[in-house]
């Protein structure tokens, strides 16, 4: 059961999580949060203990243990300028790295866009949603998944899984995780909101594959090439040859 | 010369009307030209250089055009305009297997989702943000789209 008490004692935010709706059960807290229009409180957060139908890109799934993980959504509803969305998408899988490190001492490494990966295993995937009217995006839900305390991950994975407890040797606490989560994402956002500058270099120092020969896979489509940096909007830059390609989307790996 | 004359003389040349420009001192000749027509050599080049990114091959859904008949029927100011908000992949269905979430005649809403646009792992559900008909469909599926680029044409008589 999740101490919603417990978490509360540790939340420092101004606004992320102020109101925190907690569910059983329900099919994806993106959805809910992005399709119910009377949410309508900036920085809610809703957290589930289980999804019926978990997701990430391409409809791949998110498959948790009930309780044993963390599983939630922040919606954003202020307008959010468009380039913003991408740094939020960064900025989240930071927030998610920085709680890693602080509380547990984890090497955590970013894969790009927002993969967060411990001894090389995924141990937190995130899937932002937003919708716009006209040309603004007048919502935005950030999905985060977190693998914290199943001890173990039977199947076939494209990359390998991994949770905290395995990594930490030891069952934590998701309430303080998730309030350490959410503090660190206020803190980020009111970063992006002046300048990304800072988010974006704290993004690029944890990831190991920048300067390193990877390759992209979408779809049946691969390309190879040199992972040369992030972009000011956060879109990968590979070089192919003597040229720079704008990467918007694909499954980086190393080559 | 002095140094500081001739900086002065390209100065004054710089602001000026004057294209060309010369003066003689003793043997030592000096020829000042703004060669207006060579712009080029001002302009900056992009050290970088972007080509499209990576695009889905197997396009499942097939961009469905109205008649042309239609549309020159149309006075411009009835149609209306809806654009990306953000650069990314544009998708006209939730997923590849999915019926689109519009085609070509139907009568919308403002708040009907129209398509997605995807950057990065972000999914945008671009919703209308008027009432009418779908009169044209300007992107082919999967495709990439950029910022502000036109993608519905929406008859809002």
């Keep these: 059961m999740f101490n919603i008490e417990e978490f509360d004692i540790k939340l420092d935010t101004d606004f992320i999580g102020r109101n925190f709706i907690y569910s059983d059960e329900v099919d994806s807290t993106n959805s809910l949060l992005l399709t119910k229009k009377d949410f309508n409180i900036d920085g809610t957060v809703l957290l589930a203990e289980f999804q019926r139908s978990g997701r990430g890109r391409k409809n791949r799934t998110w498959i948790s243990n009930a309780g044993q993980n963390l599983t939630f959504s922040i919606l954003l509803i202020n307008e959010i300028k468009e380039n913003k969305a991408n740094h939020i998408n960064l900025g989240a899988s930071l927030a998610v790295a920085q709680a890693l490190e ?9 894969k790009w866009p927002n993969d967060v990966l411990v001894s090389k295993k995924k141990i937190s995937g995130i899937l932002i949603e937003s919708s716009s009217k006209g040309s603004k995006i007048n919502r935005l839900v950030v999905g985060i998944g977190i693998n914290v305390n199943q001890p173990n991950f039977p199947g076939k994975f494209e990359i390998q899984p991994t949770s905290i407890r ?8 998701r309430e303080k995780l998730l309030s350490e989560i959410l503090n660190n994402f206020e803190i980020i956002y009111y970063q992006l909101k002046k300048n990304a500058t800072k988010i974006l270099n704290d993004w690029r ?13 979408e779809e ?3 390309l190879n090439g040199v992972f040369e940096d992030i972009d000011e909007d956060g879109f990968l830059l590979l070089k192919v040859g003597n040229k720079i390609e704008k990467i918007y989307f694909g499954d980086v790996s190393l080559r | 010369m002095d140094i500081n004359l001739l900086k002065k003389l390209i100065k004054m040349v710089e602001q000026s009307e004057i294209t060309d420009f010369s003066v003689q001192e003793g043997d030592l000749k000096v020829k000042i030209s703004k060669n207006t027509h060579n712009a080029a050599n001002f302009s900056f080049q992009t050290p970088i250089e972007y080509s499209r990114p990576m695009v889905q091959s197997n396009a499942a859904i097939p961009i469905v055009e109205s008649p042309s008949v239609e549309i020159k029927r149309e006075t411009k100011s009835d149609l209306h305009e809806v654009k ?8 006209r269905a939730p997923a590849p297997d999915a019926d689109p979430y519009v085609e070509v005649g139907d009568s919308i809403a403002t708040g009907t989702v129209l398509c997605i646009v995807e950057a990065m792992k972000l999914l945008n559900e671009i919703e209308s943000d008027v009432n009418g008909k779908i009169v044209k469909i300007l992107v082919e599926n999967a495709t990439p789209v950029e910022y502000g680029q036109p993608l ?4 809002t008589k």
């Design chain 1, 102 to 110: 602080n509380l547990y001492q984890l090497n955590v490494e970013l």
């Design chain 1, 166 to 173: 395995k990594e930490f040797k030891s069952t934590v606490s």
């Design chain 1, 205 to 217: 120092n944890r990831c190991k594959l920048i300067g390193e020969k990877i390759k992209i896979v």
């Design chain 1, 220 to 222: 049946d489509k691969i």
């Design chain 2, 84 to 91: 990306s908000p953000i650069v990314g992949t544009f998708y």
């Design chain 2, 152 to 155: 519905f044409l929406i008859d």
